[in-house]
């Protein structure tokens, strides 16, 4: 006969104890009736809501009445419509006569300026485009943007542009301008319900190239940096590098400067043989600006004590202040090695002069012998002078060596271009031999001034090229920005011993052609900026101004720039209403940049006007705000005639401001653009009508919550062609994110034969109905989601289908028992809910890896825990799965402690063989195994020992291949005799 399974039968030598998952089981029936229970009862509740809905739809009927009544009332006000249609086109006289104006602003705008329509043709220019192509206005109205063949990433940009949902977007293309390959930053933004677009374009080449020089050249010299055969390096005053190239950390014996940089960061201590032999060297430093030939001996990584070479100097910024100290290491210990050994050579000569012994001619002999070496030394001494000036030789500088009296001592040949070449040969000759006077001059004074002061100085200075007699003045001074006739260099003259100063030039002229570039750039944008109609300003984040031109201190009713900045210190406080001022900030940060914003300031005199704000951030490097940047234009007179439009409007909208839910009429454009909501909007979304009309107002599609968006425009598109009437069911977001479900109904509207371009309709709350609907699917869910904790899916779906019992035999899974040692007298000194949250942290654990390692739990009966891999679906490697689990077991086990720190401990047995697994009874499902197989795997976790898993001879012989054993012997199994056990110890591939 089969034996039980030992979890669901108590142990004969045992007392008996209640079954706990008895109790659970009654528990959970008794939470399914209440479960039920309370679906009936939201049943009851949705037939009551039903009925208030049909309560509604007759009051709806009895609105339509209302609503003839009142449209009847409609039609007589047509005659005030009819005036107000007069006023409205006084207003749009006036707002073509501020267009004008708007165009003579733009033409006189020094950048590229257009008007584009939605199927790319050109409406206008201004006037610098059109003298850009040697072409007047009025050829471009109607054209291709394509039609002058100047630029394709133009014509893609504003394609794309037209074809997306953005009002406004940038991008900079390349485009040929009378021959010539410009860059341009193209602007644009949409306007006309986004039917037509202006773009605003500045050319940007000048910067790119200059970008681009700056870059090549940084490149160059990095490359100097990083190939340099001397260590080069910068520190700070109390030794820590800031920066290092290659060649100092193999002369140091690190793999790399990263890892020098990061193990040496006190040079002082972990770097110098003597401490004290650094501290003059920052001595010296600081005394002299620099260092020559200051030879030390350090430590290199592995130990090795080396000499070294160092020169450097200190650096400070323009105010005098020091930054850091930077410089050369070579390498000399070859060189110190050769000297000592010729010291030694010459005290063991002198002592063998001193001896006079019979032995003088054995004395003679090695006195040539050590002769012949201080000739070799020698020799591999000037043999390092050659690649000392092979490596200068290999730089781009120029190297000189003069003495105080300007005379050319010495000049290393490098890989410069010289661009003034003297026919006459420099060394020996003086500065005035061989320079233009003017430069000549400028050469005395700074090598008098480095020997006075025993500091570096450095200078910038031109030479002219070819003959300067003939290229510039006569003493050889040229323009600063003469390029053509000159080259510029960058020179540090330092100080050398016997009164002599070496001279280090580097070639600057494509750095400083760049620089007064720039300049020039600053200066024509600077004229625009002084002299445009608009107003524009510069501000810091803490609303104080930082720049205004006259025109905006014209329009805030100042004197002048001057004024307006010291009057005016606090921008924030120039608002009337300053929560428009920060709603402005907040758009600004989130987006970068606000285009056309609108709002009411104080001029200096208190009257109050309306203006048109752009501005835009601008950031460092690190992403940190440095200023604002922006126009400004006033529109008080448009504000005004839109005021006068908003007026006819309002006895319409009296009419529905009473309304329970959203009438509304919007246009059927890309960004749904309202013309009309009626005040019940903000009891249903929480805008008020002014948050939802209006150029800054909220889009109608972003009340929609963004999972239906698609949803309620595919059914839009299929209802507008034909013009038929629609309803939807869809979710809105309120302004406090509150989500609401609403009832939509409408109709598209037209004036003509065409597509409809209006939606009139109505939006209904309908939320509570939907949580009702929601609530009764929640509840199945939840009695889903229970089912599932009790049974394997696979089972559960049985009983839903079959109520009877269910069984299965599998002919071979692997079964696993593991029990805590001693949890039992832990349990009687604990509270129950400490108790349950203990065993809760521990089995929820075990769950996890019995889900990862695709097996099934079982069940659990006080500190006893089981689970098997093959059940109820089949798993191939079922036995391996079960002992990955067991070590996994003992490795979780570890993390929980007990009350006095020390860890808990498991038992744990595994078998394999064929079972029967399945669901018997009616009430209090519970899924479980029966066979031999359980038995054993039970008998041998009872039987085994803490913090070991026993197997049996069927698992040591599945898995002795990929896992480590040690076989326990024969032990007497209750109920099967003499059996032969192992210990599961670990994994082969971790040993």
Not at 541 to 556: E, K, Q, T, W
Not at 593 to 607: I, K, L, M, P, T
Not at 666 to 686: A, N
Not at 774 to 801: F, G, T, V, Y
């Amino acid at each position: 006969m089969t034996e039980r399974s030992p979890l669901s039968q108590p142990n004969s030598d045992a007392p008996l104890r209640p079954e706990p998952s008895i109790l659970g089981d009654e528990r959970m029936r008794q939470e399914i009736i209440a479960l039920r229970r309370e679906v009936t009862d939201l049943k009851l509740e949705l037939n009551k809501r039903t009925q208030a809905l049909r309560d509604a739809k007759e009051e709806a009927g009895i609105f339509k009445q209302k609503f003839a009544e009142q449209t009847a009332a409609l039609r007589e006000s047509n005659d005030t419509l009819v005036a107000e249609v007069v006023e409205r086109s006084q207003a749009e006289t006036k707002l073509r006569t501020a267009r004008d104006q708007l165009q003579a602003i733009l033409d006189a705008v020094p950048g590229i300026v257009s008007w584009i329509s939605d199927d790319l043709r050109y409406l206008g220019v201004n006037n610098h485009l059109a003298k850009t192509f040697n072409m007047p206005v009025e050829a471009f109205v109607g054209q291709d943007i394509g039609f002058l063949h100047t630029s394709n990433q133009f014509n893609k940009f504003v394609q794309e542009f037209f074809q997306s949902s953005q009002i406004d977007a940038y991008r900079e293309i390349s485009a040929q301008v009378a021959g010539d390959q410009r860059r341009f930053l193209i602007v644009a933004q949409k306007y006309n319900q986004g039917k037509a677009a202006f773009t605003v374009g500045i050319d940007i080449t000048e910067r790119d190239r200059a970008e681009t020089a700056l870059r090549e050249a940084e490149a160059k010299y990095r490359n100097i940096f990083e190939n340099a055969v001397e260590g080069i390096f910068q520190t700070t005053t109390d030794g820590h590098y800031i920066s290092a190239n290659p060649s100092l950390a193999r002369i140091y014996g690190y793999k790399s400067t990263g890892a020098m940089m990061l193990e040496l960061t006190n040079v002082q201590q972990q770097l110098y043989v003597a401490p004290e032999r650094r501290r003059e060297f920052v001595q010296a430093l600081n005394q002299n600006g620099s260092v020559t030939d200051f030879e030390s001996q350090v430590y290199k990584r592995d130990g090795t004590v080396i000499w070294i070479s160092e020169n450097a100097r200190s650096v400070f910024d323009r105010q005098g202040d020091f930054l850091y100290y930077e410089g050369t290491v070579e390498d000399i210990t070859k060189r110190k090695e050769a000297e000592a050994a010729l010291q030694q050579a010459n005290e063991e000569l002198e002592q063998r002069v001193a001896r006079r012994t019979a032995a003088l001619t054995e004395s003679n002999q090695r006195l040539l012998s050590e002769i012949r070496e201080r000739h070799r030394i020698e020799d591999a001494l000037r043999a390092s002078e050659a690649e000392l000036r092979a490596l200068f030789a290999a730089m781009t500088d120029v190297i000189t060596v003069f003495d105080g009296d300007g005379r050319y001592l010495n000049m290393v040949a490098t890989n410069s271009q010289l661009l003034y070449s003297p026919s006459k040969e420099r060394v020996g000759q003086t500065v005035y031999d061989v320079l233009p006077p003017y430069q000549a001059s400028l050469f005395m004074r700074h090598i008098q001034q480095a020997l006075n002061t025993r500091k570096p100085v450095r200078l910038e200075y031109s030479l002219p090229i070819g003959d300067w007699q003939q290229a510039g003045e006569a003493n050889g001074q040229t323009a600063p920005d003469d390029f053509k006739n000159s080259a510029w260099y960058l020179a540090i003259i330092s100080p050398m011993h016997d009164n002599r100063v070496i001279w280090v030039a580097r070639d600057i002229t494509e750095k400083r052609r760049a620089d007064i570039a720039l300049q020039k750039a600053e200066e024509k944008y600077r004229s625009i900026f002084e002299n445009s109609v608009e107003g524009i300003f510069q501000a810091s984040p803490d609303a104080r101004y930082l720049s205004v031109n006259p025109a905006l201190a014209r329009m805030y009713g100042y004197l002048n720039p001057a004024e307006m900045m010291q009057r005016v210190l606090n921008i924030d406080y120039l608002y009337v209403h300053e929560d428009i001022r920060q709603l402005m900030l907040h758009r600004l940060h989130h987006q970068g940049a606000v285009f056309e914003f609108e709002s009411q300031v104080y001029r200096a005199d208190g009257h109050i006007i309306w203006v048109s704000e752009s501005v835009r951030v601008v950031k460092d490097d690190r992403g940190r705000i440095q200023y604002y940047e922006g126009t400004v234009a006033d529109i008080t007179q448009r504000r005004q005639a839109q005021e006068a439009l908003r007026e006819s409007q309002r006895t319409l909208e009296t009419l529905l401001g009473n309304l329970v839910g959203m009438a509304y009429r919007r246009h059927c454009d890309h960004s749904w653009t309202l013309e009309f909501v009626s005040e019940g909007c903000y009891e249903l979304t929480g805008y008020t009508p002014s948050d939802l009309l209006g150029e800054n107002a909220f889009p109608f599609e972003q009340l929609i919550h963004p999972d239906d968006r698609a949803y309620v425009r595919g059914e839009l598109e299929q209802v507008l062609p034909d013009g038929n009437p629609f309803r939807m069911t869809y979710r809105i977001l309120t302004a406090d994110g509150q989500e609401k479900w609403v009832l939509e109904k409408g109709i598209p509207v037209s004036d003509s034969v065409t597509q409809p371009t209006i939606v009139e309709g109505f939006l209904t709350d309908i939320t509570d109905r939907k949580e009702i609907e929601e609530a009764l699917m929640l509840e199945q869910e939840r009695s889903e989601r229970l089912l599932l904790n009790i049974l394997p899916a696979s089972i559960a779906d049985q009983l839903k289908r079959n109520t009877r019992s269910i069984a299965y035999r599998f002919e071979e899974v692997t079964i696993l028992f593991a029990d805590i040692v001693n949890f039992t007298e832990l349990a009687a000194d604990m509270m129950p809910t400490e108790l349950v949250d203990l065993l809760n942290e521990i089995f929820s654990a075990f769950d996890h890896l019995a889900e990862r390692h695709q097996l099934e739990k079982i069940k659990t009966i006080g500190d006893a825990y089981m689970v098997v891999g093959g059940v109820p679906s089949q798993l191939p490697n079922h036995t391996k799965a079960i002992a990955e689990m067991a070590l996994d077991m003992q490795t979780a086990i570890a993390q929980f402690k007990r009350q006095d720190r020390s860890p808990f401990r498991l038992r744990i047995g595994i078998d394999t063989g064929p079972v029967v697994a399945g669901v018997i009874g009616l009430k209090k499902f519970s899924y479980d195994l029966w066979g031999d197989a359980v038995n054993v795997a039970s008998r041998m976790e009872t039987q085994g020992l803490a913090d070991c898993i026993q197997v049996t001879a069927s698992v040591y012989d599945s898995l002795r291949d990929e896992y480590v054993f040690e076989e326990r012997g024969v032990i007497d199994v209750k109920g099967k005799g003499e059996m032969l056990t192992y210990w599961l110890k670990e994994r082969k591939d971790q040993r």
